[in-house]
């Protein structure tokens, strides 16, 4: 300690004529960081650009959502996300300010000044993210009531059945219309794609409310669609009940995403959001050709 002293107080008391003044060295530091910073923020934002984000409405990863519910959930992502990078930036920004602006320098081994028991400052930290916290769970909260809402007057509602390994759509008042996965069960050792004869297809309008009631006749399955940010336990003894309003048409792949046993991965379908006219023509179509397979309408979503 003494010996720190000493080179402290020879520091200050015989100053090198050749090196910068204390008064200096801040802003002729504070340069080379400018110059430093630049071509960092260059990369980082045209590493954004050529990655392809979407600046008008980024969802980092998310859909967008096709469904009204959808898009609820990929704001609520959005603003959590963009939440996370501000404090990221600002925490990041002040640990890389702190190594630059007081890394030890060449022949200064002075020890900076200490600090202790800022109140002010503690207070501060533990309030802004209790802050940011709160708000966080009460659009999650909002959100949530907006998604698992069945409030809305639905136009149609499907019977959905998960089992060992395909899914049945049944629908309500359509004169017995129900889809399956093709009879003889999961197509094993078939290349697994969205084959139209294979995997059934939920087809629902676009700009109306589908009910889903979902059940499971043996263990548990997950009902996902990624186009709507959305699934669901089809669990046994439990019937979960939901509402999708699309608001664009196409045709989406979707999928059990609950492992559910050896063919697990079978589990496929798509789901067709069409205009009300298709949707009628189609439904209507399907209550004369019962005996029929079900007619599909080409994936345009990967
Ligand atoms: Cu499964």
Redesign the pocket.
């Known amino acids: 300690m003494a010996n720190l002293h000493a080179v402290s107080q020879r520091t200050l008391r015989d100053p090198d004529p050749s090196r910068p003044s204390r008064l200096e060295r801040p802003a002729r530091a504070a340069a080379r960081a400018r110059h430093r910073i630049a071509p960092i923020a260059i990369v980082a934002v045209l590493a954004v650009a050529l990655g392809g984000c979407n600046f008008a409405w980024p969802t980092f990863g998310l859909d967008h959502g096709y469904d009204v519910q959808g898009q609820e959930t990929a704001k609520l992502w959005s603003g959590m996300f963009m939440t996370g990078l501000f404090v990221a930036a600002i925490v990041w920004g002040l640990i890389f300010w702190c190594v630059l602006r007081y890394r030890r320098r060449k022949g200064d081994d002075s020890i900076p000044r200490q600090f202790q028991e800022h109140y002010a400052l503690e207070i501060t930290y533990t309030i802004i993210p209790l802050v940011i916290v709160i708000i966080i769970f009460v659009f999650t909260v909002l959100t949530e009531n907006e998604v698992d809402s069945v409030s809305h007057p639905a136009e149609v509602t499907v019977n959905v059945t ?1 089992y ?2 395909g899914w049945i759509f049944q629908y309500e008042n359509a004169g017995g219309v129900t889809v399956q996965t093709a009879a003889g069960g999961a197509p094993h050792g078939r290349p697994s794609s969205y084959d139209a004869g294979v995997y059934p297809q939920l087809v629902i309008p676009e700009g109306a409310t589908t009910k889903i009631i979902l059940k499971s006749d043996d ?4 009902f996902y669609v990624h186009a709507f940010n959305f699934d669901r336990f089809a669990q046994p003894g439990v019937t979960n009940v939901f509402e999708f309003t699309p608001n664009e048409t196409g045709v989406y792949p979707a ?7 050896l063919y ?2 079978e ?1 496929l379908f798509s789901v067709a959001v069409v205009t009300q006219t298709q949707y009628h023509q189609w439904l209507t179509y399907q209550e004369h050709h019962l005996n029929q397979p079900p007619t599909h309408f080409a994936l345009t979503q990967q």
Do not use: A, F, N, T
Not at 219 to 222: A, K, L
Not at 256 to 261: A, L, T
């Open positions: 998960g060992q390994w263990v548990i399955h997950d999928q059990c995403s609950e492992y559910c046993g697990h991965s589990m």
